[in-house]
């Protein structure tokens, strides 16, 4: 099968395996080592997925196979009531291709069934008016997003390859310092007539963590890069939520008792980052 060939039958599967990150909730990455590009796993057959599951787990990595699949869902008619609905399909495949751009991935390595794995470039495999959404869909947070994720597997290795966890932890925190991210609150005020919050009149929503061997739980101020995540978290919080951008040198304005920091991306990346540590990471980094 020729490289054109996997493009294809790849844009047509309805069923799927990706690698997904135990520690992370995400795909599990790799930096390709013949074109450096960042890519995620897929396997068309569930028998060569848990074969590269073991061999990543074997080095260290904490990953599992997800399916994915086409699945029916029940869709309300907005027009003309809930009680009018109709079924459409989802296709789960489809739907992570088109994610990956959108956590800084540029290439899928892609296994069909008795074939041999090859790198594809996302460009050739997502179809040209889908990379034209996908496009317009990437914020400023997605580089910040590729190095977490790195950062974040390095972090939950079996044994971390210190000099890699030092690379990956520079690239990230060099990242964040100049970054804004997304911070969830709940207003007790009506927007003003410039249609700005009131932060200081907002409840700002904590996120519990349990600390290292007890089982006592620190508070951490919840910011976010992924508009998935964001979204999902509002959702558990408060139909009242709403989302500012706050520049990470500021965030320390924002922790107050009982948190001790604040934390990325809580629901995967879980990268907690101290009080303290907020303004000595700006001043070092010239944020």
Do not use: W
């Given at each position: 099968?020729?490289?054109?060939?996997?493009?294809g039958?790849?844009?047509?599967?309805?069923?799927?395996?990706?690698?997904y990150?135990?520690?992370?909730?995400?795909?599990?990455?790799?930096?390709?080592?013949?074109?450096?590009?960042?890519?995620?796993?897929?396997?068309?057959?569930?028998?060569?997925?848990?074969?590269?599951?073991?061999?990543?787990?074997?080095?260290?990595?904490?990953?599992?196979?997800?399916?994915?699949k086409?699945?029916?869902m029940?869709?309300?008619?907005?027009?003309?009531?809930?009680?009018?609905?109709?079924?459409?399909?989802?296709?789960?495949?489809?739907?992570?291709?088109l994610?990956?751009?959108?956590?800084?991935?540029?290439?899928?390595?892609?296994?069909?069934?008795?074939?041999?794995?090859?790198?594809?470039?996302?460009?050739?495999?997502?179809?040209?008016?889908?990379?034209?959404?996908?496009?317009?869909?990437?914020?400023?947070?997605?580089?910040?997003?590729?190095?977490?994720?790195y950062y974040a597997?390095?972090?939950?290795?079996?044994?971390?390859?210190?000099?890699?966890?030092?690379?990956h932890?520079?690239?990230?925190?060099?990242?964040?310092?100049?970054?804004?991210l997304?911070?969830?609150?709940?207003?007790?005020e009506?927007?003003?007539?410039?249609?700005?919050l009131?932060?200081?009149?907002s409840?700002?929503?904590f996120?519990?963590?349990k600390?290292?061997?007890?089982?006592e739980?620190?508070?951490?101020?919840?910011?976010?890069?992924?508009?998935?995540?964001?979204?999902?978290?509002?959702k558990?919080?408060?139909?009242?939520t709403?989302?500012?951008?706050i520049?990470?040198?500021?965030?320390?304005?924002?922790?107050?008792?009982?948190?001790?920091?604040?934390?990325?991306?809580?629901?995967?990346?879980?990268?907690?980052?101290?009080?303290?540590?907020?303004s000595?990471?700006a001043?070092e980094?010239?944020?």
């Amino acid at each position: 099968m020729t490289k054109t060939e996997k493009i294809g039958r790849l844009r047509i599967l309805e069923q799927a395996y990706i690698l997904y990150g135990m520690g992370t909730r995400l795909p599990f990455i790799e930096c390709e080592q013949g074109n450096y590009f960042d890519q995620a796993f897929l396997y068309e057959k569930k028998e060569d997925a848990q074969e590269a599951a073991k061999r990543f787990y074997e080095n260290g990595d904490l990953v599992a196979v997800v399916e994915l699949k086409t699945q029916e869902m029940v869709q309300d008619d907005e027009e003309n009531g809930k009680e009018n609905t109709s079924n459409i399909l989802k296709n789960q495949v489809r739907e992570h291709l088109l994610r990956l751009p959108l956590l800084g991935l540029n290439a899928v390595f892609f296994k069909p069934a008795g074939e041999s794995g090859e790198v594809l470039e996302l460009d050739q495999v997502i179809p040209r008016q889908a990379k034209e959404v996908v496009d317009k869909a990437k914020t400023d947070l997605t580089g910040l997003q590729l190095t977490g994720l790195y950062y974040a597997q390095d972090l939950r290795k079996k044994e971390p390859d210190l000099k890699q966890l030092k690379e990956h932890s520079e690239e990230f925190y060099a990242n964040l310092v100049r970054a804004e991210l997304l911070l969830p609150v709940i207003p007790e005020e009506e927007p003003g007539e410039d249609g700005r919050l009131n932060l200081a009149a907002s409840k700002i929503p904590f996120f519990p963590i349990k600390k290292k061997d007890t089982e006592e739980t620190a508070s951490f101020l919840a910011m976010f890069t992924n508009m998935d995540e964001i979204a999902a978290y509002c959702k558990k919080v408060s139909e009242q939520t709403k989302v500012v951008k706050i520049p990470f040198k500021d965030v320390v304005d924002f922790i107050n008792e009982p948190a001790v920091g604040c934390v990325i991306d809580p629901l995967s990346l879980c990268i907690p980052v101290a009080k303290e540590d907020i303004s000595k990471l700006a001043e070092e980094l010239k944020a």
